[in-house]
């Protein structure tokens, strides 16, 4: 059994964000051990599940052969995800009869595409917004759209963020999710508010049965 095997989705999820921020694998340990108060994953471990989500779609292993094949394939996952871009209410029933996948595939394939989607929305943080792009933020944008205040001007809302945070000292900028988002001014921005909101909660919520995807918890 590998060593990432061993790991549950949601230490695999924190493993995944304290990359994002530190760009350390041995501050991932530290921090691993602090949160866990186990044995941590070794360093190669730690990047071989970084890089999962760039390599397969996600932070989860693949199945080995010999098994049934899940329905979560990479192409069903971006079909899932590109349904749900489109409109964001669409029940689990309607998408299911749409997409042609069966109704307890969908939840963890919908989780998924957020986990994914959320992760892109890391570059917020403001201690790692530095020689980010607008680019990098426009598929997350896309996903959430349901639930900003309003997509419009939302490039130019990103571009003055980036300018305020960079004329901090980086010691001074936030370095994680919780802190940018308490420390985001709502009044003039508003969207990347609520962006930093979903990032900072989402691996706490839950899409189950006949729940319509437009529950994500705000």
């Given at each position: 059994?590998s060593e990432?095997?061993?790991?549950?989705?949601?230490?695999?999820?924190?493993?995944?964000?304290?990359?994002?921020?530190?760009?350390?694998?041995?501050?991932?340990?530290?921090?691993?051990?602090?949160?866990y108060d186990?044995?941590?994953?070794?360093?190669?471990?730690?990047?071989?599940?970084?890089?999962?989500?760039?390599?397969?779609?996600?932070?989860?292993?693949?199945?080995?052969?010999?098994?049934?094949?899940?329905?979560?394939?990479?192409?069903?996952?971006?079909?899932?995800?590109?349904?749900?871009?489109?409109?964001?209410?669409?029940?689990?029933?309607?998408?299911?009869?749409?997409?042609?996948?069966?109704?307890?595939?969908?939840?963890?394939?919908?989780?998924?595409?957020?986990?994914?989607?959320?992760?892109?929305?890391?570059?917020?943080?403001?201690?790692?917004?530095?020689?980010?792009?607008?680019?990098?933020?426009?598929?997350?944008?896309?996903?959430?759209?349901?639930y900003l205040?309003?997509?419009?001007?939302?490039?130019?809302?990103?571009?003055?963020?980036?300018?305020?945070?960079?004329?901090?000292?980086?010691?001074?900028?936030?370095?994680?999710?919780?802190?940018?988002?308490?420390?985001?001014?709502?009044?003039?921005?508003?969207?990347?508010?609520?962006?930093?909101?979903?990032?900072?909660?989402?691996?706490?919520?839950?899409?189950?049965?006949?729940?319509?995807?437009?529950?994500?918890?705000?």
């Open positions: 059994m990432s095997s061993r790991l549950s989705t949601s230490e695999r999820i924190k493993i995944v964000k304290w990359y994002a921020m530190y760009q350390n694998e041995s501050k991932v340990v530290r921090q691993f051990q602090q949160c186990r044995t941590p994953p070794t360093r190669k471990s730690i990047l071989n599940l970084v890089q999962k989500p760039d390599e397969t779609g996600s932070i989860e292993d693949e199945h080995r052969s010999g098994k049934p094949r899940s329905a979560s394939t990479n192409e069903n996952k971006e079909r899932v995800r590109a349904a749900f871009e489109k409109s964001s209410g669409t029940s689990l029933r309607r998408a299911s009869l749409k997409l042609n996948l069966s109704k307890s595939s969908l939840p963890q394939m919908m989780k998924d595409a957020h986990q994914w989607m959320a992760y892109n929305v890391s570059i917020l943080v403001p201690s790692m917004i530095e020689h980010k792009s607008f680019d990098d933020l426009k598929d997350s944008i896309l996903f959430y759209e349901a205040p309003s997509p419009n001007l939302i490039k130019e809302e990103f571009q003055l963020y980036q300018r305020k945070w960079l004329n901090e000292a980086l010691e001074d900028r936030p370095d994680n999710a919780i802190d940018a988002y308490v420390r985001c001014n709502g009044t003039f921005f508003p969207k990347i508010k609520v962006l930093l909101q979903i990032y900072a909660t989402l691996p706490m919520t839950t899409t189950t049965g006949e729940r319509s995807f437009s529950t994500l918890k705000l």
